[in-house]
């Protein structure tokens, strides 16, 4: 961060939104947010610049053992609270809605942090988030893409022992012939490449950076 006497006002907010998101601290986010868009910063600058940031930076403390869960869920549960502020000037921009995406975490599995990471990080890349929770049935993606006509399908499992259903939700898909309109791509704790290789997945992100790249990618973005 640059010294305190050469920030300007944008700085400081960026700052400000920074430190309160990295310590999750949710009422000092939404007031940075406000300051940021009541003064005309650019909503993805507040987003790009200091809300992912901070996330990614939760993230490493938390790999290398720095924090420990409760720490991580905090940080998560604070991006919300800005992202409400930020959701509405984001579709008055012509660029902001570049694609619809499906989200769920597979039957028989609660975890939602990553999947939640996903969710922000591409809706500040300009997707349409659909997200459809934890412990989804393989039937609740097809609905979703009978409902939603989505352009991608993001399956979460962070168990080994929930891994298999994530085979079945990607059968069960292409049983409901709505495969053929729609890439899926797998992540979570446990999935890896080989894994999503050999069950026909599109694509697999190992975390929600690497999400919003994959999908990028997978529609020629």
């Given at each position: 961060m640059a010294d305190e006497s050469d920030d300007t006002p944008t700085d400081s907010i960026l700052d400000s939104l920074y430190d309160a998101v990295?310590?999750?601290?949710?009422?000092?986010?939404?007031?940075?947010?406000?300051?940021?868009?009541?003064?005309?910063?650019?909503p993805l600058t507040l987003l790009f610049d200091a809300m992912i940031p901070a996330l990614e930076e939760v993230g490493r403390l938390f790999e290398t053992g720095e924090i420990f869960l409760p720490e991580l869920l905090i940080s998560a549960r604070a991006m919300p609270a800005s992202m409400e502020l930020i959701r509405p000037h984001l579709a008055d921009q012509s660029s902001a809605r570049v694609g619809v995406f499906v989200m769920g975490t597979v039957a028989g599995d609660i975890h939602d942090i990553g999947k939640n990471l996903c969710n922000v990080m591409l809706e500040g890349a300009g997707f349409e988030v659909i997200d459809l929770g934890v412990n989804v049935p393989a039937a609740n993606f097809v609905a979703a893409i009978n409902e939603h006509h989505p352009d991608v399908v993001g399956i979460s499992a962070f168990l080994t022992t929930t891994m298999p259903e994530v085979e079945t939700t990607i059968d069960a898909i292409t049983e409901a012939g709505v495969r053929h309109d729609t890439r899926i791509i797998i992540g979570g704790a446990p999935v890896t490449q080989e894994y999503a290789d050999q069950i026909g997945a599109d694509g697999y992100a190992p975390n929600a950076v690497s999400a919003v790249r994959t999908v990028k990618s997978l529609l020629g973005i």
């Open positions: 990295t310590a999750g601290d949710a009422d000092t986010s939404v007031e940075s947010t406000r300051s940021g868009l009541e003064a005309g910063m650019d």
